[in-house]
């Protein structure tokens, strides 16, 4: 169960590639592209809701958030462009999977700020409780 698991989230983050060059294609709509940002953003990220590492829950996140997601974008973008773009994300596999240390960055830097964010907030709280 868990090989298939695996193999199911691995086969979503090549969709997600996919969806990734179509977000850049320039005959994909806004509303379209601004979605695949959010799906792509999340399943490249190094950070998950659950850690991959733990037992059959590490990749329950992959296994549904991802998916609708996918599946939402997927019919919001043009046949015709997901079809091109597809066919560009096989290829770029078989060749090797792109790094961009930057967007890696990037998406670290968001989730420090969102845990900065949550602790503040959390401390602003109980501050305001304990004057009470």
């Known amino acids: 169960m868990l090989a298939s698991l695996k193999s199911r989230a691995r086969r979503l983050k090549a969709e997600t590639l996919a969806l990734f060059l179509a977000a850049r294609h320039p ?3 806004w509303y379209a592209k ?3 940002a959010g799906i792509v953003a999340y399943a490249f990220s ?3 809701l659950i850690p991959d590492f733990v037992p059959v829950l590490g990749y329950l996140d992959d296994l549904v958030l991802i998916p609708l997601g996918i599946l939402l974008a997927l019919r919001l973008i043009p046949p015709l462009v997901l079809a ?3 066919a560009k994300a096989a290829e770029m596999a078989a ?3 792109p790094v ?3 967007a890696g960055f990037v998406i670290v830097g968001i ?3 969102l845990v900065v964010l949550g602790l503040l907030w959390a401390y602003e709280t109980v501050s305001s409780l304990s004057d009470r």
Do not use: K
Request: hydrophobic residues 45%.
């Open 95 to 97: 060749t090797g999977r």
């Open 100 to 102: 961009s240390r930057a």
């Open 111 to 113: 989730w420090v700020a």
């Open 46 to 48: 190094p950070i998950d």
């Open 84 to 86: 091109e773009c597809r």
């Open 34 to 36: 601004l979605l695949v």
């Open 27 to 29: 005959a994909t709509p």
